[in-house]
């Protein structure tokens, strides 16, 4: 997947947007942030993926594949060089967090959730082939993911344990998955 070069300015453009959406999710009701924000694990974790995407499309891919790999091991987050995050972005807890796709503006992750490819189907619906395209103001609940070449639509709340495999239009609103009473079984 081939993308769009992108300079230092819009790189500084969008990690802004990303501080400035992370101290509004975080401060208190007097609008006051924590301090020393920028060493928060969720600002490193978008940092360091912003860096790597950063790379990866001025053709440094080993650089990209680096910075990717220092992700990994100093946050716990696996968020692709190649996926494709618009401004915004906010991942609460970036351990067991996994993501392969496109995203618009204001992507909320919750921990352990995660968007990617789903083995076997290679259609491409706008963010490469196989992998899954979402809408602005999307929001990942923990231990939720959209696998696969699925359109969700904008201002949609994936909820908590759902694994997201069809379409989802703007605006939909998503209920959890239904519980089931299975007799137990002596040993």
Known sequence: ???????????RTLLRADYARLCQMLSD???????????????????????????????????????????????????????DLDAGLVILSPPGTAIMGHA?????VMPCAGLGGETGRREDV????????????????????VLGPVRVGSRVRVPAGIGLTQDVPDDACLEGPRTRLLPRRNP
């Open 1 to 11: 997947m081939r993308l769009a070069r992108r300079n230092w300015r819009e790189t």
């Open 29 to 83: 009701e007097e609008g006051r942030k924590p301090p020393m924000m920028f060493c928060h694990p969720s600002f490193i974790c978008v940092f360091l993926h912003r860096v790597s995407n950063h790379f990866q499309r001025g053709g440094h891919r080993f650089t990209a594949r680096f910075f990717w790999h220092l992700n990994l091991l100093v946050t716990g987050a696996d968020i692709s060089e190649l996926a």
């Open 104 to 108: 618009g503006r204001n992507l909320t």
């Open 126 to 145: 706008g963010g490469g082939p196989g992998v899954p395209f979402l809408g602005d103001d999307v929001v990942l609940e923990p231990h939720c993911g």
